[in-house]
């Protein structure tokens, strides 16, 4: 007769404000292998989640629900989180006021927190109530300057092999002039490095090039910098993870966040990756950049 323990069936609530990826979210969680299911009432959810299910299950959740509460959405996880039979994670996606201002006036939609009103005053309705809700999230995503490939590709890492997420870290260079990423666990600022900018030659290249690389690593403190990164990273991975936090996000910000943050997020991501961490790394700026290269193309 088999003892073995059944593992705890995969529950990914996918939550978030109007606008912010939760629909394209959960259609990409499906192309995974999960049995996805967007706005479910509320009460039907405790149904859903009483027969063993052959496949993990996403279930997507907004102020659109029927019976949609932050109350109702807090208990509901915290009685999932106490099952030993449901291994319950939030996905939380997010968005910045400009973005979803504009993706709202892109599809001409009204939100559903102010149908009268312009969509600006739904959407801070929205975030003040969401945010006890994101507060709790496993997995936060700001979806800001990501594209629908960008989404894909990140919620693979996270969510890949039929939706078995393991500890995933992301690795990310940013701008401090636009400001730190909102969903970032840590950040490190690499503006005391030498900075390639003030190389004509280096100027126009970013830190995926080899020649900002090596004028990067001549900074007399790189070495030091990065080897002590490295070594608080690899102490505080294992430390997160068994503590139950899914996901760890690291951030790596400089002036303009084209070449020293992007040398050392790349190094660092290559880093943890050959100590057998699942990384995914991003860099915004960049990103950013060529999304907007490839929309002014295509109008």
């Not at 629908?148 to 990310?172: R, Y």
């Not at 990065?226 to 991975?237: P, R």
């Amino acid at each position: 007769m088999s003892t073995d323990i059944p593992k705890p069936q995969k529950l990914i609530v996918v939550s978030g404000p109007s606008g912010a990826g939760r629909s394209t979210a959960i259609n990409v969680l499906e192309d995974l292998g999960v049995e996805a299911i967007d706005n479910v009432p509320l009460s039907l959810l405790p149904r859903l989640t009483r027969d063993e299910l052959m496949r993990p299950l996403a279930i997507g959740l907004d102020v659109r629900n029927r019976d949609f509460s932050i109350s109702g959405v807090t208990d509901l996880l915290a009685q999932l989180h106490e099952r030993d039979d449901i291994e319950a994670q939030l996905l939380f996606l997010e968005a910045n006021e400009d973005t979803l201002v504009r993706r709202y006036s892109e599809t001409r939609r009204r939100h559903p927190l102010a149908p009268d009103e312009p969509a600006i005053q739904g959407i801070r309705k929205e975030a003040d109530l969401l945010l006890p809700l994101r507060e709790k999230a496993e997995f936060l995503l700001d979806t800001s300057d990501l594209s629908p490939h960008d989404l894909k590709a990140t919620l693979t890492e996270w969510f890949g092999d039929e939706g078995a997420s393991l500890f995933g870290v992301s690795v990310q260079s940013f701008s401090y002039k636009r400001g730190a990423p909102k969903g970032a666990d840590m950040t490190f600022d690499c503006r005391f490095l030498k900075n390639p900018y003030w190389e004509p030659a280096l100027r126009k290249m970013t830190g995926l090039d080899s020649a900002v690389g090596s004028y990067i690593q001549t900074d007399p403190r790189f070495d030091d910098f990065f080897k002590q990164v490295k070594e608080l990273l690899l102490l505080l991975l294992p430390a997160f993870r068994d503590e139950g936090k899914s996901h760890l996000s690291i951030g790596f910000g400089c002036t303009g966040g084209q070449h020293r943050s992007v040398y050392v997020t790349e190094q660092i991501a290559l880093a943890l990756a050959e100590q057998g961490w699942q990384v995914s790394k991003r860099h915004r700026e960049i990103d950013r950049a060529s999304l907007g290269a490839v929309q002014q193309g295509g109008s």
